[in-house]
């Protein structure tokens, strides 16, 4: 179903915020996750809370415009709220569930995908013009994957002109990347930067782990060796362990068993693989075994849950 997107003139004299919600809101007709015209920018809404429910977020900033959010971690808990944004530097197995959000004033939040070879090239511009850390009292590791901070108003401003765009398409394909990579670099100047900048950088710890979990990521149905993972990583199987922990929050195993899971999902919803296929598909040897770690997950059977998420598109669909 393809929605028309209504003409809207935004009051000058309103906030940044409310002019944010006002752009976001005309291109969000229908709840759940929609694409653009901007490649990499998709826009989010939800007229109501949500139950907490797992997902694998991507390279990405998040900015939250309206409503609040919390994001589960492995044990930790990162809750961000209107005009904050999340800062996701490498794939991640994580829950999330939406607190607040009504009809009047739905949740409304905007996802830019990043690739690391644009973070690293930025990076290497930047050299020594990059301030130094900000202390995080939300994720104190400085090695986390994963936090959140406040919008100033330059980033709110790039923001907004970058979902203006939407209203002028002819100028996306000039306008969109100038306008993307002053958000990204501003993201690299602002009080979290330090930690998108030692995931690109060449030659730390954090860029050594993200290239473990890209191997992860790509060979997720093969058997995991740690000492291999190790070894490609220049490091002891502890320190990995160690490090690989404080990015994700979670070890290796369990990060896999994440991706397995997820993929597994995604090929009976979208491919529509039976259970005992889609189990075989990503690394698992018994079926059994994989209903009952995916019931642990996902909160029900296979069977069950494949048939309520079609039944939730059907009813979206038709709406």
């Given at each position: 179903m393809t929605a028309n997107i209504p003409?809207?003139?935004?009051?000058?004299?309103?906030?940044?915020?409310?002019?944010?919600?006002?752009?976001?809101?005309?291109?969000?007709?229908?709840?759940?996750?929609?694409?653009?015209?901007i490649e990499g920018l998709d826009l989010i809404r939800c007229d109501q809370p949500s139950n907490t429910g797992p997902s694998v977020y991507e390279p990405s900033l998040c900015f939250l415009i309206q409503g609040t959010k919390t994001i589960?971690?492995?044990?930790r808990q990162i809750t961000y709220r209107p005009l904050s944004y999340l800062v996701?530097?490498?794939?991640?197995?994580?829950?999330?569930?939406?607190?607040?959000?009504?009809?009047?004033?739905?949740?409304?939040?905007?996802?830019?995908?990043?690739?690391?070879?644009?973070?690293?090239?930025?990076?290497m511009e930047l050299g020594d013009k990059a301030p130094a850390p900000?202390?995080?009292e939300l994720c104190t590791d400085t090695l986390c994957g994963l936090c959140v901070t406040m919008m100033d108003e330059p980033m709110q401003n790039a923001l907004y002109r970058l979902l203006q765009l939407l209203d002028s398409p002819s100028d996306i394909p000039v306008l969109a990347p100038l306008i993307r990579r002053e958000i990204i670099y501003r993201a690299l100047m602002g009080e979290r930067g330090s930690r998108m900048r030692k995931f690109a950088a060449t030659d730390t710890q954090a860029?050594?782990?993200?290239?473990?979990?890209?191997?992860?990521?790509?060979?997720?149905?093969?058997?995991?060796?740690?000492?291999?993972?190790?070894?490609?990583?220049?490091?002891?199987?502890?320190?990995?362990?160690?490090?690989?922990?404080?990015?994700?929050?979670?070890?290796?195993?369990?990060f896999q068993k994440k991706l397995r899971l997820h993929e597994a999902r995604r090929l009976m919803?979208?491919?529509?693989?039976?259970?005992?296929?889609?189990?075989?598909?990503?690394?698992?040897?018994?079926?059994?075994?994989?209903?009952?770690?995916?019931?642990?997950?996902?909160?029900?059977?296979?069977?069950?849950?494949?048939?309520?998420?079609?039944?939730?598109?059907?009813?979206?669909d038709s709406a």
């Open positions: 003409e809207i003139s935004v009051d000058p004299t309103a906030s940044l915020q409310q002019q944010l919600a006002s752009t976001a809101g005309r291109w969000t007709p229908l709840q759940g996750v929609q694409g653009s015209a589960e971690l492995g044990d996701t530097s490498v794939p991640l197995p994580v829950s999330g569930s939406i607190e607040t959000a009504s009809i009047d004033h739905p949740y409304l939040s905007v996802r830019l995908k990043v690739d690391r070879q644009e973070v690293a090239e930025l990076v900000a202390p995080d860029n050594r782990i993200s290239k473990v979990i890209s191997t992860l990521k790509d060979h997720y149905a093969e058997p995991l060796r740690v000492g291999q993972l190790a070894e490609s990583a220049n490091m002891s199987e502890s320190t990995l362990y160690h490090n690989f922990k404080q990015v994700t929050r979670m070890s290796p195993l369990q919803l979208m491919e529509g693989l039976e259970a005992a296929t889609a189990s075989y598909r990503v690394g698992y040897e018994s079926p059994s075994h994989f209903s009952r770690e995916y019931s642990r997950l996902f909160g029900a059977p296979p069977k069950t849950d494949v048939a309520l998420l079609q039944g939730a598109r059907e009813t979206a």
